[in-house]
């Protein structure tokens, strides 16, 4: 079960994608000495304007033990609520994230759960909630960079971002595309407990004058165990009325973390 919920903390992370309507951005920029603070207030200003995002998903899941792909639906109004539902031939899962809970049921398995975000603490070895979620989402910071003073160095024809004082359980870092000032990674670091979260933004598309990622790529390591979740688009559409319907049947067994 704890690989349907990185699955799911993935997709929170993730992806979005292509259709013959969007047009690919590519990496032109000449790369200038800029200060910490002005790519900081750059990528803050790239966030994502829009209200709604409604998405079909391509999703696949690798580790030791597994090689599986499925379809996933994607449905998310800005800073309220996450829906997923999880397809292979039959539904496999549904998921209902808002800023306060994670909710989770499979028609398959016949189980749910109904809880906090800590079992994302206990699986990606940091805090997280529904912003940072949707942040990596949205291919912006997973943390606040304003908390911190950063540095910056140019590192693969990109802005690295970092905090001059780097949290006390891992090392953050943030390459920031100089384009349009989306991230094109961020990875998390426990040196410590051999550990390490990749966050790939392979490209960007532009849609409705809006920039989102094409295909994101997740990769989780730690010591001789690694999971590898690529995500990407085949639909998306902005700013329409959702529908997200969710009730946990009854009957279903309680999954007990």
Known sequence: MKKVYLILTTLIIATLSSCKSTKETTSTATLKNLSARRVVKKHLASNFEGNTIDAKLKVRYKDKKEDIGFSVKMKIKKDEVIWLKGTKIITVFKAKITPEKVSFYSPYKK????????????????????????????????????????????????????????????????????????????????????????????DYIKKDNLLFPKRTIITAKEKNKFTNINIEVRSINFNTNLEMPFRIPSGYKEIKL
Do not use: C, W
């Open 111 to 202: 189980n749910y759960f109904e809880g906090d975000f800590s079992m994302l603490k206990e699986l990606l070895g940091f805090d997280v909630n529904f912003e940072q979620l949707q942040n990596m989402l949205l291919g912006q910071a997973v943390l606040d960079i304003t908390e911190n003073k950063q540095k910056v160095d140019i590192v693969n024809r990109s802005y690295q971002l970092y905090p001059k004082k780097q949290p006390l359980l891992f090392d953050i870092f943030y390459q920031i595309h100089p384009d349009h000032y989306k991230l094109k990674k961020q990875y998390l670091v426990n040196q410590l407990k051999e550990q390490r979260l990749d966050i790939d933004y392979a």
